[in-house]
């Protein structure tokens, strides 16, 4: 059930008021959604600012304990280079892990793989970061490559001899737009 109330709407009759919402607007251009009831003093969990900042709260106390922001669980997936290093692979999912085949690169080589992806637009922005290898490896996305569909993704040996180990990339897709 929904209450409204000049520039506010709450969203839930619960009378424990950490389990009902309030969606504001206010004249300055700022916006809020915040746990509570209509009328009385409410946490805010997401605001944005009439510059489009946007800042996220627990809603929860009256601390201003920041949460993170990013994919909730269930949102990413894995997969497995099979046969090299530069093996292709597909994962349609906006973020998750790429754990590569443990074959050998040396010292200060770098390989080129493709990942595809159906989420990926060539608007989008995708980060990449080495999970483990002892801070031996650098990866990164070849954005010249970067088209509707997929990605190619670069892995550099920075150490001073060949390893051989299969080293985990995490990546995740931020969505862009042009307009």
Known sequence: ??????????LGDSATATQNFVLQTNLDGTAKLSRGNLGATTQDVLTVNAAGVVTLTNGL????DTVAVGYSTGAGGTVTQLTSKT????????????????????????????????????LDSVIVSVLGGGGNYRAAVNNIALVGGSVDLILTNTFAGSLSEAVTINFAIIKGSAS
């Open 1 to 10: 059930m929904a209450k409204v109330s000049g520039n506010a709407i709450q």
């Open 61 to 64: 106390s009256s601390t201003s």
């Open 87 to 122: 093996t292709a692979v597909t994962l349609n999912k906006p973020c998750g892990q790429i754990t590569t085949h443990n074959a050998a690169l040396a010292a200060g080589a770098s390989i080129r793989f493709n990942l595809t992806n159906n989420v990926i637009t060539p």
